[in-house]
């Protein structure tokens, strides 16, 4: 494995030295930026690593593990605060791959938003890669260079680090450097914008604040749920929430989705009960069944209008919107082909049902990557300014030349 020289940042006046030079220096206007985190037996991810390169070609490795015990308990509550200034800085664009949950877990930092960020996840979407490209495949694609994946499942809390997880951490923003020039080189303009849009709704604080109020609708297998059942759902899983946020454990560790709806479509009256849930746990039933029993209780004390209700359901496509559907379905099913996207990802009928009627879709289709894919088609097509034709069994898009 080839050594890369590299600035070690193992001290809050390092840290401050350092992040303050790539602020100062008006020849850095962008870095690359990844981070190493542990997310095992926790609720909030644990920062364990920040590798940047800035655009001159100059490597860094953060330790926030080591800046931490080199301060003292008083002065230890912010000491990564030059580096979140750095992310905060509107000047230095941060590239990053997958920026969500490296967000994420910067976020939780100081509960503060970075701003300037380019994905290359996203941008890679445009080169037909798919939605989800991971950095290595993306790196070989675009660079044609193998990264070594070996430390993936390593421990990243452990010190000291070994050599080759220096190496590997160094890597994943080495080749995140030269993956940002490319994808500025192949995008077009309008694809370039619509990344900055699609970054831009990443930078929105309400995807990264944590509200147990809200946590019933990221349940899953809640959807035939009545509102009674629903109630029910949502008040174990606002509980299971708070209780994971106070001790900072796992929420499956205490109750898992499956059995919150097992509990939620035949509640049981009495903790012995709870035994025949299916896949509960009998450690968990003995700690807190008796707080799920009261919430149950208190549930059953509501009125129908306290119960949260499903969402109304669409009425069916007329004769002329299905076939209108079938259409314009064509078409994005092409575009997921050639993009080797997930349909689903990319539309779905009740978002097209919704655009016939005049109405938002639920998915963001007019802005971002879908726009530029399928938004801007879609209404080309309702309008009459586009056609669609088969070309070697291919379903193209054409415009219409009028008078």
């Not at 509107?90 to 970075?114: G, S, W």
């Not at 790196?139 to 452990?158: F, M, P």
């Not at 147990?212 to 299971?240: C, D, F, H, S, V």
Request: proline content about 6%.
């Amino acid at each position: 494995m080839t050594q890369h020289n590299f600035l070690s940042v193992e001290t809050e006046s390092q840290l401050t030295h350092y992040c303050q030079q790539l602020i100062a220096q008006p020849n850095i206007t962008w870095i690359a930026i990844d981070t190493e985190f542990v997310r095992e037996d926790t609720y909030f991810p644990q920062l364990s690593l920040v590798q940047i390169q800035d655009c001159l070609g100059n490597l860094a490795i953060i330790d926030p593990i080591k800046i931490q015990e080199s301060c003292t308990l008083s002065d230890s509550i912010n000491v990564l605060t030059p580096l979140i200034e750095l992310l905060c800085d509107p000047n230095t664009l941060k590239v990053f791959h997958c920026a969500r949950q490296d967000i994420e877990v910067l976020y939780q930092l100081t509960h503060k938003m970075p701003v300037a960020i380019f994905d290359t996840q996203i941008a890679t979407l445009f080169l037909k890669l798919g939605e989800m490209a991971g950095f290595a495949r993306a790196v070989k694609a675009t660079l044609n260079i193998s990264i070594d994946k070996s430390q993936t499942r390593t421990n990243w809390h452990a010190r000291p680090l070994t050599e080759a997880q220096i190496q590997y951490a160094l890597d994943d923003v080495r080749y995140l450097a030269p993956l940002y020039e490319y994808c500025l080189n192949a995008l077009s303009p309008k694809e370039l914008n619509a990344v900055k849009e699609e970054c831009d709704a990443l930078l929105n604080e309400s995807l990264y604040m944590i509200d147990p109020k809200t946590a019933g609708a990221k349940l899953k297998g809640i959807k035939t749920l009545k509102p009674k059942q629903l109630a029910i759902a949502y008040a174990l899983a606002e509980w299971r929430e708070e209780f994971a946020i106070r001790h900072n454990q796992p929420k499956k560790w205490v109750l898992n989705d499956e059995v919150i709806t097992h509990i939620a479509k035949r509640p049981p009256k009495t903790v012995e009960a709870l035994y025949k849930v299916p896949h509960i746990k009998s450690a968990s039933i003995m700690s807190h069944g008796e707080t799920w029993i009261a919430i149950i209780d208190s549930v059953f004390e509501q009125t129908p209008e306290q119960w949260p209700q499903p969402p109304k359901k669409i009425p069916p496509p007329t004769a002329q919107e299905e076939a209108t559907i079938q259409l314009l379905n064509s078409y994005t099913q092409q575009v997921a082909v050639d993009y080797r996207l997930n349909l689903p990802s990319l539309l779905q009928r009740n978002d097209l049902l919704s655009i016939l009627r005049g109405a938002t879709p639920e998915k963001p289709i007019f802005s971002g990557w879908r726009n530029q894919l399928i938004g801007q088609a879609i209404l080309a097509i309702l309008s009459g300014q586009a056609s669609l034709k088969l070309t070697n069994h291919h379903i193209e898009l054409t415009q219409e030349k009028h008078g």
